[in-house]
């Protein structure tokens, strides 16, 4: 197995479970558990092959993907119920997945256009769709909507992995450094609460002002 579809199952399975985590704190059946994660887990890649033109999508081709998705949400239905914070398991493994999909995405996108762009805005449409689409199944907060830092993090692997796969370096290790860059920043967003300034509007002029 290579490394990259080796990161693509490892990112289509964590994000599959914090689909299936969802379904726990919603207490779903096991029905909801296996659609939240097979949603979750391959929502992210669906949007990136569409944007890419490769269709059929990936897990059309290769239903391993759907069964991966399926297994995991079997086994959190299971045992969800040991873990003391599901929230907190849900968000650091979302990280997780984050940083595996954001550097698939990106290579996809290269290997697919030849666009450092493209790779970019890939990698980041591929490592945050399916937990925006699992936040709005799940009637949960958007990861959009948070203070902490989200989809930058997303973007600074994709950035890294293609800056870094434009040197001499070896796919291991550009994969490494954006896979590292992307959770080094979702990770001290969550542990830190870093946040970007949010937008402070200026108070509403009086209706008499405006004549």
Partial sequence: MSLLTFLDYAG?????????LSAS???LDLIGYLFLAAVTGIGGGTLRDVVLGRVPVFWVVNPTYILVCCVVGAIVFFTAH??????????WLDAIG????CVMGAAKGLAATGS??????????TATFGGILRDLLANEPSVLL?????????LAGACVFTLANATPMPLYASSALGVAAAFAVRGGALWFGWTFPSYKPRAGRHPDDVM
């Fill in 25 to 27: 704190r919603k207490q």
């Fill in 146 to 154: 948070r203070p902490e830092i989200y989809v930058t993090a997303a």
């Fill in 116 to 125: 450092p762009t493209v790779a970019i805005v890939t990698g980041t449409l």
């Fill in 12 to 20: 289509v399975a964590v994000f599959a479970a914090t689909g299936a």
């Fill in 98 to 101: 984050l940083s595996a999909y």
């Fill in 82 to 91: 040991l873990f003391e914070s599901r929230y907190r398991l849900l968000i």
